[in-house]
């Protein structure tokens, strides 16, 4: 658009004697030194988007430990030699189209160009693919924020409100067998006088935070192998918790009855097992009664006393497995590490002193790690799914940003080359809205087309990515709803960025249009 601007001053340097080669070569020059200036504000750009992640970002979250986003040279080289490289790809056909003048036509023109350039196939490509690389982007970004939405609402079978868990190691200060039980029950009645804490367990692992033990279970009546040693059912999640730990959870009996301070090292072994659990190695039966075992000499060992609600273990997305509720007391294998669970009547993190004062006075060389609420730790493993969605976000807005204004200027750039051509319209009798009517018509044209290519790259991309279905959770790649609203998105927005140029083309005097030069 510069270029057919300057027709008139190329052509009186190529009447003077100028090369088309030094013309073409000085408008490359020109074209390469504004990327480059280009290049380096995004420099500063990317420093501060940087600065920015590392304010907003999760980074202890899980899988991001240790990730310190930096400017590294070799993407900053490669960045730079883009930005040339944009300069003279798309400074070259410019170039050579301006430097392809008519110089006696060109010269005797009055000012007045030619509105070719504005609708020409190369400016209105580059709307379209700026569009449709938006709807990409756009869509990328919906589906992941679908998802992060879908797992912050997703049913996690417990009452994650107002719980406050930290983590123990006593068995790394000397604490073992009747020392180790003595401990957790001093532990638990100091706790649990503290004014407001309605009850406290303990857990081999806390509730969503990827971490699990998974063992094989062994029923009555199973299929013996070649070797002479019974096969395993299948496997199960299994956990070391305190008696109380589903009613301190908040996850509900369905059936038979809870686990009890009865239930100890020498009462004989017990269990609560999900629905999950039930279906898959007792369908169609009351599990209440029935024998499994972790021990394949001994299928019969463990009972099953009651049947609870399913509830996530290791992460939301995650598929509820088969979980067994064990007495950390019956395991052998008393917690000599393990998770401390406490319920309060309000917000937790007002207890987190007393809490550390009541394990002082238990033992002042205990150390607790990991102090969170409930709800931070389940926050914590969603730390990528929000930081991808950002990402992509961000990009998908500036990339609809650059869209927009390249439609803008596009638009505006033509209603300045057809201001004669308005001019004429209206003297004949044509009305600001028929004008405003054509203006936005042409705009939406592009954008239109723009969306329908996304949206077709954006439906055989997403069927085929399988790290993107991967990343879902709760949404399908080709969600009608997100396809609908970006289209919906975009094309308002494209209408905003039309509507400004076609105003101003409906307030072209007709006199001065006439006499435009």
């Known amino acids: 658009m510069r270029g057919s601007a300057r027709r008139k001053e190329i ?12 013309l ?18 995004g420099i500063l750009f990317a420093t501060w988007i940087k600065n920015g992640l590392l304010a907003v970002a999760d980074w202890t979250g899980q899988g991001l430990v240790g990730l310190t986003p930096r400017i590294d040279w070799r993407v900053l080289a490669f960045t730079l030699g883009i930005c040339v490289l944009t300069g003279l790809l798309f400074g070259l056909a410019p170039a050579i189209r301006s430097s392809q003048v008519e110089l006696t036509p060109t010269l005797k023109e009055a000012g007045r160009t030619s509105g070719a350039i504005g609708r020409s196939w190369l400016t209105k490509s580059l709307v379209v693919v700026q569009v449709a690389i938006s ?5 990328g970004a919906g589906l992941l ?49 503290i004014p407001g804490v309605q009850a406290a367990t303990a857990s081999q692992h806390p509730l969503l935070s990827l971490s699990a033990t998974t063992t094989s279970v062994f029923l009555p009546g199973g299929a013996i192998g070649a070797d002479g ?47 999950t659990f039930a279906r898959k190695y007792f369908p169609n039966e009351n599990v209440i009664g029935k024998r499994f075992n972790f021990d394949d000499e001994d299928p019969s060992g463990i009972e099953i006393v009651g049947l609870a609600q399913d509830a996530k273990y290791t992460s939301q997305r995650d598929e509820i497995e088969p979980t067994a509720y064990f007495p950390y007391d019956q395991s052998g294998h008393p917690l000599r590490w393990g998770t401390i669970e406490v319920r309060t009547q309000g917000d937790p993190t007002a207890y987190v002193s007393a809490v550390r004062e009541a394990v002082r006075e238990v033992d002042s060389n205990l150390p607790i790690n990991n102090v969170k609420t ?3 730790q389940a926050t914590e493993i ?33 209603v300045s080359q057809r201001t004669h051509e308005i001019g004429v319209r209206m003297a004949l009798g044509a009305t600001r809205f028929t004008v405003l009517q054509m203006i936005l018509r042409q705009g939406m044209l592009l954008t239109v087309v723009g969306i329908i290519v996304g949206l077709a790259g954006a439906y055989a991309l997403t069927g085929y990515v399988e790290s ?25 927005i494209a209408l905003l960025a039309c509507f400004i140029p076609a105003r101003r083309a409906t307030k072209v005097d007709p006199l001065v249009a006439l006499r435009y030069e």
């Open 11 to 22: 052509a009186i340097r190529l009447a003077v004697g100028a090369s088309r080669w030094r």
């Open 24 to 41: 073409i070569r000085q408008l490359l020059t020109e074209s390469v030194l504004l990327a480059i200036i280009g290049g380096s504000v």
């Open 135 to 139: 709807v990409l982007l756009l869509i």
């Open 145 to 193: 924020i679908r998802t992060l939405r879908n797992l912050q609402h997703v049913d996690i079978g417990f009452n994650s409100q107002n719980l406050l868990i930290f983590s123990i190691e006593p068995g790394l200060i000397g604490y073992k067998g009747d020392k180790l039980s003595t401990l957790y029950q001093n532990l638990f009645s100091r706790i649990e006088a």
């Open 229 to 275: 040693r019974r096969v395993s059912a299948g496997d199960v999640k299994m956990l070391n918790v305190r008696q109380n730990f589903l009613e301190a959870m908040q996850i509900p009996l369905l059936m038979g009855r809870s686990l009890t301070p009865q239930d100890g090292p020498r009462a004989p072994k017990v269990a609560i097992v999900n629905q």
């Open 374 to 376: 409930q709800v931070q």
């Open 382 to 414: 969603l730390s990528q799914e929000r930081l991808f969605a950002k990402l992509l976000s961000l990009f998908g807005v500036l990339a609809q940003s650059l869209a927009a204004i390249g439609l803008y200027g596009v638009m505006a750039y033509s």
């Open 468 to 492: 993107l279905t991967s990343m879902l959770f709760g949404v399908k790649p080709r969600d009608p709803m997100t396809f609908t609203v970006i289209a919906i998105l975009l094309a308002v």
